[in-house]
């Protein structure tokens, strides 16, 4: 009983649509079984090739450059779509870094373009954002690491953690203070190809997204071409505050797929699953419970088709952002925790797919600026 939306329904449109067709097929067919194999050794590069095979990759790289030339919304359906994939619990954010590739297109020079748009529609160069760092996270300008200028080089030293991709990322996207003094108007943003001297990466283990490659990062002496800024320097709280509603917004929809999926897998196993002679779907207190998730499916899938509708007439603002950023992730986490309690003691066990999607959501309340972030942002806008 799935709440996704189909082509004839779909605020997307068409092609769009099709596009999510594409993803779930390629998550069924080459993600979901190396799931296990994904756990260990982490999402290979050979899977992003066959993404970008398979046209997964670079959606938003302009049509002159070889790309679809989407301005955004690709990014939130895959997102969706990778929710949706019980395999997303492990694979962690995969393709939904490719909105670094948004970055680039917006604000990339021509050399930059020419570069990296090849690689990044092949899946040969995978991408990653380094913004978190051990002494800052939702307090961005807090961040300590600084890229001084030296004759025609950049010379960065800092640490990156929590880094979606960072494990493995061929192209990093690493924020750093140029004039620290400036504070908000001094940080940067830098290109780093992986084997830069002076670099390292490193994967960590986390509670959630098993097989995310979720790296950290640092920087000892790293130099690269003053050509390596992305925009002007000291803009990159600038550029951040252009996709960051955009970003929030397929965070958001990455909930809406997993708390969709874990419904319809629930709704399958307490029709089969017997408990004292019944079924558990038998029990009013299941319908109930299941009607309450429906209810709140239901709910999300009107809200994510308003802010899709404001994207595509570029009204979509901040405010938009930060109140779909606190209801999504919360939703997501209460349905999984219902969904997880129906299934009892098989729920909590690593081998049931719901289990890992129940872990892999506690992050969403986090990542992309956790709740309390958003609220605070609110009040602040209430005093203004």
């Known amino acids: ?52 095979a398979a046209g997964l990759l670079g959606t938003c790289v302009p049509e002159e450059y070889g790309g679809a ?4 919304l690709s990014i939130v359906i895959g997102a969706e779509e ?27 020079t021509e050399e930059q373009k020419q570069r990296w748009f090849p690689t990044i529609i092949s899946g040969d160069t995978v991408q990653c954002m380094g913004m978190t760092e051990p002494e800052s996270g939702s307090d961005a300008v807090a961040i300590r690491t600084t890229a001084v200028r030296d004759g025609g080089d950049y010379v ?28 908000a108007k001094g940080m940067s943003i830098i290109l780093v190809p992986t084997g830069t001297p002076g670099l390292t990466q490193r994967r960590m283990k986390t509670m959630g997204y098993a097989g995310g490659d979720t790296g950290e990062i640092f920087l000892d002496n790293v130099r690269v071409p003053t050509a ?16 960051m509603a955009l970003d929030r917004m397929q965070v958001c929809s990455r909930s809406l797929g997993a708390a969709n999926q874990a419904f319809e897998m629930t709704l399958e196993y307490v029709r089969n699953r017997k408990i004292f002679g019944q079924r558990i779907i038998d029990f009013q207190n299941t319908q109930f419970k299941l009607a ?32 779909a950023k606190i209801w999504f ?9 219902t969904c997880v309690q129906l299934w009892g003691g098989n729920g909590w066990m690593d081998s049931n797919p719901i289990s890992r999607m129940f872990t892999a959501a506690r992050v969403q309340r986090i990542y992309a600026g956790a709740t309390e ?11 203004k």
């Not at 030339?69 to 955004?72: P, W």
């Not at 320097?233 to 252009?242: D, K, M, N, P, Y």
């Not at 899709?308 to 603002?317: P, S």
């Open 292 to 323: 309450e998730i429906e209810t709140d499916l239901a709910i999300g899938r009107a809200y994510m088709d308003d802010l899709v509708r404001k994207y595509q007439k570029g009204t979509f603002d901040d405010r938009d952002g930060w109140r």
């Open 1 to 52: 009983m799935s709440l996704l939306t189909s082509a004839t329904e779909s605020v997307y449109g068409e092609d769009l649509e099709m596009f999510r067709d594409t993803l779930r097929a390629f998550y069924r067919r080459e993600v979901e079984p190396n799931v296990k194999n994904f756990e260990v050794d982490g999402v290979g590069h050979d899977i992003w090739r066959k993404a970008g």
């Open 329 to 337: 992730p919360e939703m997501e986490f209460r349905t999984l925790d």
């Open 82 to 108: 990778l929710g949706y994939s019980p395999a997303g619990a492990s694979a962690g954010a995969f393709l939904g870094t490719d909105i670094c590739t948004l970055f680039l297109a917006s604000h990339g």
């Open 373 to 383: 972030l958003q609220k605070s942002l609110m009040g602040r806008a209430y005093i």
């Open 228 to 243: 390596n800024l992305l925009g002007p320097e000291g803009g990159a709280l600038r550029i951040f505050q252009t996709q």
């Open 156 to 183: 960065i030293n800092g640490s990156k953690c929590f880094i979606s991709n960072g494990a493995k990322a061929d192209l990093l996207y690493i924020i750093a203070k140029t004039d620290p003094a400036a504070r």
């Open 69 to 72: 030339g989407d301005k955004g």
